[in-house]
C-alpha cells in the first residue's frame, strides 16, 4: 500500500481532471459540427437524408454508450488501424453526443412557426439565407439552454472511457484506489469534482431557460 495523503490523492485527480475536461470538450464540439450537418442535409431535403439520418440517431441513441466505446476501440483494431484510448473514446463520445444534439436542434428548427418559413420565402431568399437570417438566429435562442444543459451529460459520459485504458477522472480514481486501499476518501472526492465540474454547466443551463421564458 501505497501512503498517500489527501493532497496527493487530489493533486493527482486534478490531473486527471484535465483530460476528461478535454474529452468533453473535443466530443461536444466534434459531435457539434457532426449534428449540424446533419441537420443541414435534413432541412435542405437531401435524398436519402432524412432515413439516413433517423436510423443514426436511433442506433447511437438506442445503444448503451459503453458498448460503442467497446466497438470503436476493438472494431477499429480488428480493421488494421493502430488506435489509441484517446482516439477512440473522442470518436465515440462524438459520434454519440452528435446524435443527440442533431435531435435538440431540430426540435428547435420545428418550433419555429411555418409563417416565418413562408415569409422568408415571399422575399426571395435561398434556402441558405432563410437559415442564416431568418430560421437560425430564432432557432439558436431555444437552442441554447437544452444544448448547455446536455454539456453536462457528456462530461458525465467520459467517466466511461475508463473501459478502455482511456485515464480521466474515474481511471484514475481506481488506479489510486488501488495503490492507497482508500475507496471512501478516493471516490468522494472524485464525485465532488464531478459535482465541480457539472453543477455550474446545471445552473448557468436553468439561468438560459428562465432568460428565454421572460423572453416569451
Not at 501512503?3 to 490523492?9: A, E, P, V
Request: include cysteine; charge should be positive.
Amino acid at each position: 500500500m501505497v501512503d498517500f495523503s489527501l493532497w496527493d490523492i487530489v493533486r493527482n485527480l486534478l490531473l486527471a481532471a484535465r483530460w476528461t475536461v478535454a474529452l468533453s470538450l473535443i466530443a461536444f464540439i466534434g459531435g457539434g459540427v457532426v449534428a449540424l450537418a446533419l441537420l443541414l442535409a435534413r432541412i435542405a431535403r437531401v435524398r436519402g437524408a432524412e432515413r439516413g439520418v433517423g436510423l443514426y440517431v436511433q442506433v447511437f441513441q438506442g445503444t448503451p454508450l459503453l458498448m460503442q466505446l467497446f466497438l470503436a476501440y476493438f472494431g477499429l483494431a480488428l480493421l488494421g488501424l493502430d488506435v489509441s484510448a484517446w482516439l477512440s473514446a473522442a470518436l465515440a463520445l462524438t459520434l454519440y453526443t452528435s446524435a443527440f444534439l442533431v435531435e435538440i436542434w431540430r426540435g428547435c428548427v420545428l418550433a419555429i412557426p411555418k409563417g416565418q418559413w413562408e415569409a422568408a420565402a415571399s422575399l426571395a431568399l435561398t434556402l441558405g439565407e432563410q437559415l442564416r437570417h431568418v430560421i437560425a438566429p430564432q432557432a439558436l435562442r431555444i437552442a441554447v439552454p437544452p444544448t448547455v444543459g446536455f454539456l453536462v451529460q457528456v462530461v458525465k459520459g467520459t467517466a466511461l472511457a475508463s473501459v478502455i485504458g482511456f485515464i480521466e477522472l474515474t481511471k484514475a480514481g481506481t488506479m489510486i484506489t488501488n495503490a492507497t486501499f482508500q475507496p471512501f476518501t478516493v471516490y468522494a472526492c472524485v464525485a465532488l469534482m464531478y459535482f465541480v465540474l457539472c453543477y455550474p454547466i446545471s445552473a448557468w443551463s436553468r439561468v438560459l431557460e428562465r432568460r428565454m421564458a421572460r423572453a416569451h
